[in-house]
């Protein structure tokens, strides 16, 4: 019987891959000759409407050549999405019978979809579709699944797992639960090549119920290391894209990550989903770009403070900073200095009066009012020029005639309008600024002016930072706020959604302003608090009062880790303080090894030959700062192969790296090597620390402590 099963597989497998090879060979030429028509209508375009601009024929041959290369383009898309399915075309198949119906229908699962053109049977499912969710979520006999069309019901009479490895079927096997065991502790069990990858084969229960929930506003995920928040986040993306195809791109998408290495860590999993890449940003480089001369610290810098400082007043004022009673309160100040605010002088252009100090305050406290006073001020501004303009001519022959008196005036009529003409764009430029220092407030002067008063101790440590022009990483996002208040962010409504990952490292404030900023997003925001380096945040829950406007308001757990072994789960769960502890996966391996450091670059250099003859090619060493780091690299650089990792690097598949643990997190590799004075850490944020760490390792962990192993390592 089974070998029936995996003869009659292999044959429809063959069916399938000689239609995606009889596609390739009549459609490639296709591609080849469309690429060179393409190429030869522009260059016709351009040499027979070079002189001509203007004409309306040009404009019709490049609508057409537009669209042309769009055709162009979908057609290259199919053919390299059929290179890449041909490889493993599909990896499930359920059988499905609906209410009504006499016979059942296969339906096979893969990354995309895949219909015979002369037919149009579906020959492939995407993961995506409404059927598709029986295979993650249903077992064997009655089962149901929602669509546009409503509840669909029927019976699953097989679910069959499918293996398929470069076109060739490696075996199969029927199944009447979820995702077995074999086939995730075979996809878990292999080595990290330092990207994120898709899952759909291995998608389990609770991450497809986070994929396909289509029911919040706001959707937040607590998720344990490993847990797989990150690829639920961006298989739901694409889920959403596809499900909502005609009405959401990837660019209404917007990703914050915590680093530009997770950043381009998690690049290529949309497009490995057939889906173009969403915009992906953190939010330094979001927030940062305010002032141009000013220095922005990041966060590594603000985490590095932490670390090597035990002040509990640097911690206190970053989380207070960064609390919603902070933001509140400072909307509040910021509120009482507008309405107590008014405007003293006039605006003048040589000798000329555009507008009186009491126009403009009624203008900006009564005409437009109800617009945020960076936009006050920018219509103001436009009523001010058109002023100006009526008033030009006599302004340029007060400007001529002062310039005759001074002798600066050019003798020629030609010459008298150029410089008319430059001095009234000077005269335009001069007017907007102006127009802006006479009703807006400087968010800076605000800030300092609400630290001063409501927070002194607050104020010295700022008020310093600014007069060098550094503002502080925790400042970034109070200045910001004040910067959406008074209109200079604009809310980005074209953005539909919005996924932010590690939530637990951005305070409050963030989230309130990513509720204003994108006020027709819906959200997806995942972190676990365990992971937290200092504290900013109660719980992944609790963000939901910061989207008071969000009605909807989904909360899931995720708390089984699906990458490391159940020792090295076993060794991090000691050091969470939640109550909800990790469920941990049935794979096992070595224990995590803990020793003294006698000779450090020899016992790391063997560790990691060790790691690498056992065929984990891809490894970490992890300290706590990027001083240790810095010091620790320049003892291996020159005894092993060793790249040092900043938060503008890439990591890359089969090298070791040495980076600090925080920016490790979102991460794996293949075993991992803690280095650092253990005896030293003994706070709540270094057990977070090393909980951290020592979740990076999908196979292999070794800790390297010094002089003693400390509180931490005898738990």
């Known amino acids: 019987m089974e070998n029936e099963i995996f003869n009659y597989e292999k044959d429809r497998l063959k069916y399938i891959t000689d239609y995606i090879d009889r596609t390739l060979f009549s459609e490639t030429p296709n591609e080849e000759s469309f690429r060179q028509y393409i190429i030869e209508e522009r260059r016709r375009i351009w040499n027979d409407y070079s002189q001509d601009t203007d004409s309306i024929d040009l404009m019709q041959a490049n609508q057409t050549l537009e669209m042309d290369t769009e055709r162009y383009f979908r057609m290259k898309d199919k053919l390299y999405f059929l ?45 995506r579709a409404d059927i598709a969710s029986l295979y993650y979520d249903a077992t064997l006999g009655p089962a149901e699944y929602k669509c546009e069309e409503g509840i669909i019901r029927g019976d699953i009479s097989l679910r069959r797992q499918i293996k398929i490895d470069k076109g060739e079927l490696q075996y199969v096997f029927d ?3 979820n995702i077995t065991d074999p086939i995730l502790m075979e996809e878990l069990g292999k080595t990290s090549d330092a990207k994120l990858k898709t899952v759909i084969n291995t998608i389990q229960r609770e991450q497809n119920q986070v994929i396909r929930d289509l029911s919040a506003d706001l959707l937040l995920v607590q998720g344990s290391a490993g847990s797989g928040k990150t690829s639920v986040a961006l298989h739901r993306i694409a889920f959403l894209l596809y499900r909502f195809r005609k009405s959401l791109t990837s660019q209404d998408v917007v990703i914050f990550s915590p680093s530009e290495v997770f950043s381009a860590y998690i690049a290529e999993v949309l497009p490995d989903l057939g889906e173009e890449n969403a915009v992906r940003t953190d939010f330094y480089h979001f927030f940062a770009d305010l002032e141009s001369d000013t220095h922005y610290a990041d966060r590594a810098e603000q985490i590095e403070a932490l670390l090597k400082s035990d002040d509990p007043f640097l911690r206190e004022m970053i989380f207070t900073k960064g609390s ?49 006073p960076e936009q006050r001020v920018g219509k103001i501004i436009t009523r001010v020029l058109d002023t100006a303009e009526d008033l030009k001519e006599p302004i340029c022959h007060t400007f001529l005639d002062e310039a005759s008196k001074h002798g600066v005036l050019a003798f020629t009529d030609e010459e008298k309008t150029e410089q008319c ?18 009703l807006l407030i400087s968010p800076r002067k605000i800030y300092l002016s609400f630290l001063k008063e409501q927070y002194p101790a607050f104020y010295e440590y700022s008020a310093e930072l600014f007069s060098q022009n550094i503002v502080p990483y925790e400042d970034l996002f109070c200045l910001s706020w004040l910067n959406f208040l008074v209109g200079a962010i604009s809310p980005m409504r074209n953005v539909k959604q919005v996924v932010v990952d590690e939530a637990q490292e951005y305070p409050e404030i963030v989230y309130l302003l990513l509720a204003g900023i994108f006020p027709a997003a819906r959200f997806t925001v995942l972190g676990d608090i365990a992971q937290q380096v200092d504290s900013k945040i109660p719980s ?12 909807s308001v989904a909360s899931f757990v995720l708390n089984k880790s699906y990458r490391s072994t159940h020792e090295i789960n076993a060794f991090a769960n000691r050091f969470r303080e939640r109550d909800e502890e990790m469920r941990m996966m049935d794979r096992h391996g070595a224990v995590p090894r803990i020793e003294k450091i006698t000779d450090e670059v020899s016992q790391i250099k063997q560790t990691i030959e060790q790691y690498r003859a056992a065929g984990h090619r891809t490894n970490m060493i992890l300290c706590r700062t990027q001083e240790e780091c810095d010091l620790l690299y320049r003892k291996l650089m020159h005894e092993m192969p060793v790249i040092r990792m900043r938060s503008f690097d890439t990591f890359t598949p089969e090298t070791t790296v040495i980076l600090p643990i925080y920016l490790s997190k979102g991460l794996e590799a293949d075993g991992v090597v803690i280095v650092g004075d253990t005896a030293e850490w003994k706070t709540k944020e270094d057990r977070n620390l090393m909980y951290v760490a020592a979740t990076r390792a999908l196979h292999e962990l070794t800790v390297l402590y010094r002089v003693e192993p400390g509180p931490l390592l005898s738990m």
Do not use: H
Not at 96 to 124: Q, W
Not at 331 to 340: D, F, L
Not at 421 to 438: F, L, Q, Y
């Open 83 to 127: 290179q890449q399915t041909r490889n493993s075309p599909y990896f499930a198949r359920i059988d499905f019978r609906e209410d009504g119906c006499d016979e059942a229908e296969s339906f096979y699962i893969g990354a995309l979809s895949l219909i015979d053109n002369k037919t149009y049977a579906i020959l492939i499912c995407d993961w």
């Open 540 to 551: 992944i829950a609790s963000l939901a009062d910061c989207f008071p406007e969000k009605k």
């Open 175 to 177: 199944n009447g639960i």
């Open 324 to 372: 919603k009673n902070f933001a509140k309160a400072l909307k509040s100040y910021y509120n009482t200095c507008y309405s107590a605010f008014r405007c003293t002088v006039d605006i003048t252009c040589f000798g000329q009066i555009l507008a009186t100090a009491e126009e403009l305050n009624g203008w900006f406290f009564e005409d437009y009012a109800s617009y945020a």
């Open 421 to 438: 003409e430059e001095m009234w764009n000077s005269c335009m430029a001069e007017i907007k600024s102006k127009v802006r220092s006479a």
